[in-house]
């Protein structure tokens, strides 16, 4: 069955420190890849999506992914995280013809 | 635009009563989805409606869930009886295109049920 695995549950990373949250998946057909977060008490949000082109994704408040297809793998990155990317994050797969898949989700607290 | 409504935001019941959920998806999304998130643990997905057909339900627990999407717009999930392992957020989601490829989902914020 095809699944999304996260590899990191829980990050702490001061201020200003680097990002990086693993995702891999395990179809090797077509996929469209996402990453989503949930702030606390709040909704779901798309940080970014890769669809096709360029496996390098840009996504909103600095974040961004890469695609590399022969680790079937969907990395998000962030150069500096802030207190405010204190969150739960979300990696998702879509496989051909089916719903989002989602990992287990990595909490990440950042702190001042 | 307006996002995925969702009603009651939280719920309280005991073991063995019926509780049931509404969402109203985003204006001329055809699909909608219904997650169910366990705290600690990423979104499962339980049905997944094109218009007001069923797509996938392959995980949802038939003899206690159910759902439908009546003229293919607002959607009500209903658990009867509820268990204490159905504590947990419920999700609803919709996205505007007829194929499952090259979309994106928007989210509800979700019902928390507590079941005690």
């Known amino acids: 069955a095809q699944s999304v695995s996260q590899h990191n549950h829980h990050v702490i990373l001061s201020e200003a420190a680097s990002l990086e949250l693993g995702c891999n998946y395990s179809?090797?057909?077509?996929?469209?890849l996402f990453w989503y977060v949930q702030y606390p008490g709040q909704h779901l949000q798309l940080l970014l999506k890769y669809f096709s082109g360029d496996p390098l994704v840009k996504g909103i408040k600095g974040f961004e992914a890469e695609f590399i297809k022969s680790k079937f793998s969907f990395n998000l990155r962030k150069p500096s995280v802030q207190w405010s990317d204190t969150a739960e994050y979300f990696c998702?797969?879509?496989?051909?013809?089916?719903?989002?898949?989602f990992g287990k989700g990595t909490s990440l607290l950042v702190t001042p | 635009e307006a996002g995925v409504a969702q009603s009651p935001r939280y719920k309280i019941i005991e073991k063995r009563q019926s509780v049931a959920f509404w969402c109203n998806p985003i204006s001329g999304h055809a699909t909608l989805y219904w997650y169910q998130q366990i705290l600690g643990q990423g979104p499962k997905l339980l049905i997944q409606f094109q218009n007001n057909g069923v797509v996938d339900d392959s995980q949802l627990p038939k003899d206690r869930f159910s759902a439908e999407r009546l003229k293919g717009v607002d959607s009500t999930l209903k658990i009867q009886p509820a268990k204490l392992e159905d504590s947990a957020v419920y999700l609803c989601?919709?996205?505007?295109?007829?194929?499952?490829?090259?979309?994106?989902?928007?989210f509800g914020q979700g019902t928390r049920l507590t079941v005690v």
């Open positions: 998702a797969v879509i496989y051909s013809g089916y719903a989002l898949n």
């Open positions: 179809y090797g057909g077509t996929v469209n």
């Open positions: 989601a919709s996205s505007p295109a007829r194929a499952f490829l090259n979309t994106e989902a928007f």
